[in-house]
């Protein structure tokens, strides 16, 4: 790894990361049209990505206290890509960091499309792997992450995908979680029997999401009180 790479994952780090990765663009060549690393930046030549840990307690409590763990989670993390773009422009290249929102946004089916994918680029840079429920899941945090990337004209090191799969073949949790049937074969979720389930808008239209049923039953990689 080179110094600049080193250099930008302990930056990363020093900002409340918890994970850090690199991915070079050609590991997105069989991303949608329109939603790779060369759409948001025509000079790119690697995405970082880094993952933030979800507390516990977030996915056990509903409601809103629930949805302000997250949003929380989700504001250090853009706040950290913000920065971290930054960085790397003062290396002499140019960055950008990443919305997490949809603009590719089907409303029959409740189904979108960031700039990019965040779980997949995630995979690309070696942070983990898609499990059943299409999460993802690392090594370190099973799927109890957010993700932010960031993509930079700087040249970086990429990182080693991750070979062993960590969704254990034989398990099912998840998919039998699911309160609406909504996870599928291949890693496919029919987003309008989630979305529909999940997201529930409040009075003076605060918007929470109620079910996180396939988080809370993953093992993989949860650390838990006194175990």
């Known amino acids: 790894m080179d110094n600049l790479t080193m250099r930008m994952k302990k930056f990363a780090r020093s900002l409340g990361a918890d994970l850090v990765g690199v991915a070079s663009i050609d590991r997105f060549d069989a991303a949608p049209e329109g939603h790779r690393p060369a759409n948001i930046l025509p000079q790119a030549k690697a995405v970082v990505v880094c993952a933030k840990r979800i507390p516990n307690g977030a996915l056990e409590s509903l409601g809103t206290s629930n949805q302000h763990a997250m949003n929380t989670v989700d504001s250090q993390l853009d706040m950290i890509a913000c920065q971290l773009a930054i960085f790397l422009e003062e290396e002499g290249g140019l960055a950008v960091a990443v919305a997490e ?30 499990g ?3 999460l993802l899941i690392t090594p370190q945090f099973g799927n109890r992450v957010e993700l932010a990337s960031v993509v930079t004209s700087v040249e970086l090191d990429a990182d080693d995908m991750l070979q062993k799969d960590l969704c254990p073949s034989n398990c099912s949790l998840c998919i039998k979680a699911c309160p609406v049937g909504a996870i599928g074969e291949g890693q496919q979720v029919n987003q309008k029997l989630c979305r529909g389930f999940m997201i529930q808008t409040l009075p003076k239209g605060f918007v929470v999401e ?9 093992r993989v990689g949860v650390k838990r009180q006194g175990g």
């Open 101 to 130: 929102s949809y603009y590719d946004w089907d409303a029959e089916k409740l189904h979108g499309r960031g700039d990019l994918s965040h779980k997949h680029a995630a995979q690309a840079a070696g942070l983990g792997r898609l």
């Open 210 to 218: 109620n079910c996180r049923e396939c988080r809370k039953v993953c």
């Open 132 to 134: 059943k429920n299409s």
